[in-house]
């Protein structure tokens, strides 16, 4: 069964520290990982993707996801996080054949000055 | 590229009525397009998939009568909410995908329904 896991509801950080959010997904063929961010009341923003090739992938706003297979994880990285990146976070799994998603519960980040 | 558009972006409406969102492929032919819900402080769940010219698949638990899918065109789906309730109050997003596969993962900007 398909299923992905995003163990913290909700992270704290200082403007200017490092983030990870944490994602370990289930699926029963060869994955497609994705991030995407959404802010109050707004849709969602594609933050980056994997599908096959190199394992760390570099997204958009200076974010970096790494596919680890061993792991089933593909968790999002940021150095320096900026208070406009405070937002909701999903990581979602999907795979060839079907374009539908499956998504995590989410990760609430606020970002503190 | 791959831009979709939903409207409207928000809307209330009276229990009982009928509400029609919009979702549109701008720039490519959308031969299947997803419907999700979100519940506040929830993830998003597949409500339907719609393949152009086709009838609409929902997943387990939808109701296909009260949530009334069109995809009449390659650019075009509807998602009709049949006789509105409150507990259908939530955020709906669609996101659309061409033949080959390409550009499933690109979601419109989503709309919030209250039914009062």
Same mark, same amino acid.
């Given at each position: 069964a398909q299923s992905v896991t995003q163990?913290?509801?909700?992270?704290? #950080?200082?403007e200017g520290a490092s983030?990870?959010?944490?994602?370990?997904?289930?699926?029963?063929?060869?994955?497609?990982l994705f991030w995407y #961010?959404?802010?109050?009341?707004?849709?969602?923003?594609?933050?980056?993707k994997y599908f096959s090739g190199d394992t760390l992938v570099q997204g958009i706003k200076g974010f970096e996801a790494e596919f680890k297979r061993s792991q089933s994880?593909?968790?999002?990285?940021?150095p320096s996080v900026h208070w406009s990146d405070a937002a909701e976070y999903f990581c979602a799994v999907g795979g060839t054949g079907a374009n539908n998603l499956f998504f995590g519960t989410g990760t609430r980040l606020t970002v503190i000055p | 590229g791959a831009v979709v558009s939903q409207h409207p972006s928000w809307v209330i409406c009276k229990s009982g009525t009928s509400v029609k969102i919009e979702c549109r492929s701008l720039d490519f032919q959308a031969t299947t397009m997803f419907w999700y819900r979100q519940f506040p402080k929830q993830s998003l769940m597949l409500m339907a998939t719609s393949n152009e010219g086709s009838k609409a698949t929902y997943e387990q638990g939808v109701e296909k009568d009260k949530f009334l899918i069109n995809h009449a065109s390659l650019t075009l789906s509807t998602l009709t909410?049949? !006789?509105?309730?409150p507990e259908? !109050? !939530?955020?709906?997003?669609?996101?659309a995908s061409?033949?080959?596969? !390409?550009?499933?993962?690109t979601f419109g900007s989503g709309t919030r329904l209250t039914v009062v």
């Open positions: 163990p913290d509801i909700h992270i704290t #950080v200082s983030l990870e959010l944490r994602c370990n997904y289930s699926y029963g063929a060869t994955p497609y #961010v959404q802010s109050p009341g707004q849709g969602l923003q594609l933050l980056l994880s593909f968790n999002l990285r940021k | 909410v049949t !006789s509105a309730h259908d !109050s !939530s955020f709906y997003i669609c996101s061409d033949r080959g596969g !390409s550009y499933g993962y």
